[in-house]
Nanobody, 114 residues
């Protein structure tokens, strides 16, 4: 059972990235899923949430209108489309499946810099 994130990288301010989180060992359609981010020395921050059905999403105020969470149940994958990126979006991004304990991926680094 694991989550594997990919799609991070170095991008200029105003640019875009799409992060992927591929699940194995379980079916993502059975769970609400979330994306978090963390910078060195800071607490992990909830960025986006998608309900089990996909019909409900929520975002941190700092990313509303710029980031979009989605899911493709056929591919057992959750995505985070990131547009109009800012330097303050620089962080390691993690996807998470709730549980006891929560299941985390290894993270993917996003760096926004000119």
């Amino acid at each position: 059972v694991q989550l594997v994130e990919s799609g991070g990288g170095l991008v200029q301010p105003g640019g875009s990235l799409r992060l992927s989180c591929v699940a194995s060992g379980f079916t993502v359609s059975s769970y609400a899923m979330s994306w978090f981010r963390q910078n060195t020395g800071k607490e992990r921050e909830l960025v986006a949430f998608i309900s089990r059905s996909g019909g409900s999403t929520n975002y941190a105020d700092s990313v509303k209108g710029r980031l979009t969470i989605s899911r493709d149940n056929a591919k057992n994958t959750v995505y985070l489309q990131m547009n109009s990126l800012k330097p303050e979006d620089t962080a390691v991004y993690f996807c998470m499946r709730p549980g006891i304990p929560n299941l985390w991926g290894q993270g993917t680094q996003v760096t926004v810099s000119s």
